[in-house]
């Protein structure tokens, strides 16, 4: 069954540092789209970065990479030069191409950057 | 931009009542999103909308329903609140995809919803 994990439930980063927050991801599908988004305390959810499974490259949005290893089912997002903005939920979410436009979150990681 | 309003930021109901979350989109967007959100358990989708008058069942539509009477609103019913209905609700839109990009749902900013 698909399935999106996180395993860090909290992470800490020195403000101007990077900061890795891990995805794996279980499917059977051969084509699908990964998700990450930014929830601050204000509650809204808020698109970050996107990753096909056909794209060949990286997805990059400004500060936020996502680190796409295909074979491993790993899409970590890559946050450089941490912000204290940048303090907020983060989810990774899949949607397969056959289940039609329905997304799958996982459990989310609680960033919080220090100055 | 994207705008998805949610009527209220908070509410507090008693059990037993009937409760109406509404939802309104403003891009013409087809597909429309209920989610819950609950500590330790990411977002769990309740309902969802392909088209006006259409709807499916998500993961979690036990206790709640749904209507679509016009594109741009999609509202969640409880029936008959309970307190373990007590949750943060997410609504999300989303375009049809485009050329094999899936494309991104767009939240609005949550209601807090208390049943005591």
């Known amino acids: 069954a698909q399935k999106i994990t996180q395993t860090q439930p909290g992470m800490f980063v020195q403000e101007k540092e990077a900061v890795t927050l891990d995805c794996t991801y279980d499917?059977?599908?051969?084509?699908?789209?990964l998700f990450w988004y930014k929830q601050p305390s204000s509650g809204e959810m808020i698109f970050l970065i996107y990753?096909?499974?056909?794209?060949?490259q990286n997805a990059t949005e400004g500060r936020y990479s996502l680190n796409f290893q295909k074979a491993r089912k790993s899409a970590n997002l890559v946050i450089s030069a941490s912000q204290l903005g940048d303090s907020a939920m983060y989810f990774c979410?899949?949607?397969?191409?056959?289940?039609?436009?329905?997304?799958?979150f996982g459990t989310g990681t609680r960033l919080q950057v220090f100055p | 931009d994207v705008k998805v309003t949610q009527s209220s930021r908070y509410l507090v109901k008693r059990t037993g009542e009937k409760v109406f979350l509404e939802c309104v989109q403003d891009m013409d967007h087809e597909n429309m999103f209920w989610y819950r959100q609950d500590p330790g358990l990411g977002l769990r989708l309740i309902y969802f909308?392909?088209?006006?008058?259409?709807?499916e069942k998500g993961d979690i539509p036990e206790g709640y329903s749904v209507s679509r009477e016009k594109k741009e609103r999609f509202s969640l019913i409880l029936e008959s609140a309970s307190t373990n209905q007590t949750s943060m609700y997410l609504c999300?839109?989303?375009?049809?995809?485009?050329?094999?990009?899936?494309?991104?749902?767009?939240f609005g900013p949550g209601t807090r919803l208390t049943v005591l």
């Open positions: 999300a839109s989303s375009s049809e995809n485009v050329g094999g990009r899936a494309s991104e749902q767009f």
């Open positions: 979410a899949m949607r397969e191409n056959s289940m039609a436009d329905k997304l799958i």
């Open positions: 499917t059977s599908d051969q084509s699908y789209g």
């Open positions: 990753q096909g499974s056909y794209d060949e």
């Open positions: 909308s392909y088209d006006v008058k259409m709807k």
